[in-house]
């Protein structure tokens, strides 16, 4: 009988580790152990009679004892497969692994597809596809991910599947009282993994840049709203938006969503988003991003005044008040996709006439507001060499901050229309249609903003 194929995955990162072992679990028919760094590998090799055919191995430039657990898999003539996950390699470190029989070198940003197809090719008419019809997954794994809404079972000595949590609903206290147990695995049915692994590729990179964030998983029958809010959270992730200062912004949004709610016009909208109905989600979660992103940018540029964050959130919250409950006229970029649109006259009317309603609404009705909110609200939808609406300025003479607004929409827009949005993506799209240099400048800082920088 061939022996099933045996994995070592090395890694400081717990959740990094146990999410490569469900992913390669989900995949394949295997034997997989996990060390957290090169000693516990070190000490695991030297101790067991049967060595893996492939190491998975995540480096880190000042990592400890690099050089003896390399030196050690390649004096031990094994065929072992080493797969290394490294954004780079020191110089004085790589020609080690390069003198390994079988060294394989992926980025950390494509190791969850690099490994199962890696394993194929080095392990073909040997490995074997899992085709059980439940996956385990560890409880590491779990408290790395929220929303996973899906049954979760235990399974009996017996081989039976019991199940133990419905829908996913697992607390921390839960997972403590039967890590207590002993427990250490959960299972799922194997027709959820999917669209598990699929989610989880897509958020990676967010993971990598910042370990601590939760893969949110949400099935296909999820909610719009709940997709909404995965990507606010996304966002703000990638970008790095400090959650003290994001709660701060919250407060202020709170704030003045209070004081519009006091509009006999308004309202009812407003009494409509704190119900959660899903007729104004769009209009809700774009304005609730619109002021992180809005006031993150404002930040960076240390115009950071309470008044200039208030009247970014004002124009958040007001600039489509009059489209809250017409999604399909507020997802609209502008004069370009109004036209290849099919809209009644009236629609087109009403998207046309909104930035100018809603600045009369500001300058009428919200004194208090900061001043120049109108404007900000009036020109959100103007474009360099005059391509926007209502007035078609010229991009020189737009205000530092309306120009900020104006970038901020269109960032948003697409996060908001786009299913999977990609940040870099949206650099690529942004340049071309912000070729002028007053608003490059804002899309530089969204660039920083999501290195860290």
Not at 383 to 397: C, S
Request: proline share 4%; aromatic share 10%; with cysteine.
């Amino acid at each position: 009988m061939t022996p099933l194929v045996h994995y070592l995955v090395v890694s400081k990162n717990t959740a990094f580790r146990e999410l490569t072992r469900f992913i390669l679990e989900w995949q394949f028919d295997c034997v997989i152990e996990t060390c957290a760094d090169e000693s516990e590998a070190l000490k695991y090799l030297k101790t067991i009679e049967v060595f893996p055919h492939m190491i998975l191995y995540e480096y880190e430039s000042d990592a400890f004892l690099v050089e003896d657990f390399i030196v050690y898999v390649k004096e031990s003539q094994k065929p072992v497969h080493f797969l290394v996950m490294a954004e780079k390699i020191q110089d004085t470190i790589l020609p080690h692994f390069q003198n390994l029989k079988h060294f394989h070198l992926t980025k950390k940003e494509n190791m969850l597809t690099d490994i199962l197809e890696i394993s194929r090719g080095a392990f073909i008419n040997v490995i074997k596809l899992n085709t059980h019809a439940m996956c385990r997954i560890h409880f590491d794994t779990l408290e790395a991910i929220d929303g996973i809404d899906k049954d979760l079972y235990i399974k009996l000595p017996s081989g039976k599947f019991v199940k133990l949590f419905e829908s996913g609903m697992i607390e921390n206290m839960d997972r403590q009282k039967y890590r207590e147990k002993g427990l250490v695995f959960l299972w799922v049915e194997r027709s959820t993994c999917q669209w598990m692994v699929t989610q989880i590729e897509k958020q990676f990179h967010i993971f990598l840049a910042n370990p601590s964030f939760k893969f949110i998983l949400r099935g296909p029958e999820s909610t719009k709203e709940e997709a909404f809010d995965q990507k606010i959270i996304r966002v703000c992730e990638e970008l790095h938006i400090d959650p003290e200062f994001k709660q701060e912004i919250t407060l202020v949004m709170n704030k003045i969503m209070e004081v519009v709610q006091k509009d006999i016009k308004l309202s009812k909208i407003m009494q409509m988003i704190q119900s959660d109905d899903k007729s104004v989600s769009y209009f809700s979660k774009n304005l609730q991003l619109t002021s992180f992103v809005s006031c993150a940018l404002a930040k960076k540029l240390e115009w950071h005044s309470k008044t200039t964050l208030e009247k970014l959130v004002y124009a958040s919250v007001l600039h489509d008040i009059t489209l809250a409950t017409k999604p399909h006229l507020q997802r609209l970029s502008g004069l370009k996709e109004l036209e290849q649109r099919k809209l009644s006259e009236e629609e087109k009317k009403i998207y046309l006439n909104h930035p100018k309603e809603a600045a009369q609404l500001v300058k009428n009705n919200f004194k208090f507001a900061p001043p120049e909110t109108d404007v900000l609200v009036l020109q959100h939808h103007e474009l360099p060499q005059g391509r926007g609406f209502p007035v078609a300025v010229a991009a020189e003479k737009l205000s530092p901050l309306t120009q900020l607004f104006i970038v901020t929409q269109d960032f948003v827009r697409y996060v908001m229309n786009e299913e999977d949005p990609s940040l870099d993506m949206y650099f690529l799209r942004a340049e071309t249609r912000f070729e002028q240099n007053v608003f490059r400048k804002y899309i530089s800082i969204l660039k920083k903003l999501k290195a860290g920088q």
